[in-house]
Structure formats: C-alpha cells, structure tokens
C-alpha cells in the first residue's frame, strides 16, 4: 500500500494509520468512483463503528487519503448493507 505526501500529512491531524486502512479493506466496504476524477476510487467501510472513507488512485496504487465519509457516500454504504 503506497501512501501520498498529502496522506502522511492528513493521518496525523485525522487519527488515521496505516492498521486502520487494513481494517477497514478487511471487512464490508464499498468501492464507487469518484465523481471528479476517473482515475480516483472511493473506498467506504466502518471501523470503530464509524464510516471512512479512503481516497485511491487506482492507478497508482496509492492511498491519496483516507477521513470520515460523507453524507452520500453513507447513503451508499447504507444501502450497500441493510
């Protein structure tokens, strides 16, 4: 798992680490598009009972950054896993 610049600097303001991702890719996820960018995938799943969401470049491999998920990308999940 290749981390960014920018997620490096992130994780530490958002209490994020790199055993946390595994957590989240580990269990009920859901992977959907990202709206501005083609090559950019988001990535929503819970840990500690709270929804996350990690931003990748899929063609990268790297995890651009990762913070809580956003109203419609609950939704999605939500309904992903009723």
Same mark, same amino acid.
């Given at each position: 798992?290749?981390?960014?610049?920018?997620?490096?600097?992130? #994780?530490? $303001?958002?209490?994020?680490?790199?055993?946390?991702?595994?957590?989240?890719?580990?269990?009920?996820? %859901?992977? =959907?598009? +990202?709206?501005?960018?083609? #090559?950019? $995938?988001?990535?929503?799943?819970?840990?500690?009972?709270?929804?996350?969401?990690?931003?990748?470049? %899929?063609? =990268?491999? +790297?995890?651009?950054?990762?913070?809580?998920?956003?109203?419609?990308?609950?939704?999605?999940?939500?309904?992903?896993?009723?």
């Amino acid at each position: 798992m290749k981390l960014t610049k920018h997620f490096q600097k992130r #994780s530490g $303001e958002r209490d994020i680490y790199p055993e946390m991702l595994s957590k989240i890719l580990s269990g009920k996820y %859901i992977s =959907t598009p +990202s709206t501005k960018d083609e #090559s950019v $995938e988001l990535i929503t799943g819970k840990h500690d009972n709270k929804l996350w969401t990690i931003v990748m470049n %899929i063609e =990268t491999g +790297s995890i651009i950054t990762a913070r809580r998920a956003h109203g419609k990308e609950i939704r999605v999940y939500e309904e992903a896993f009723k």
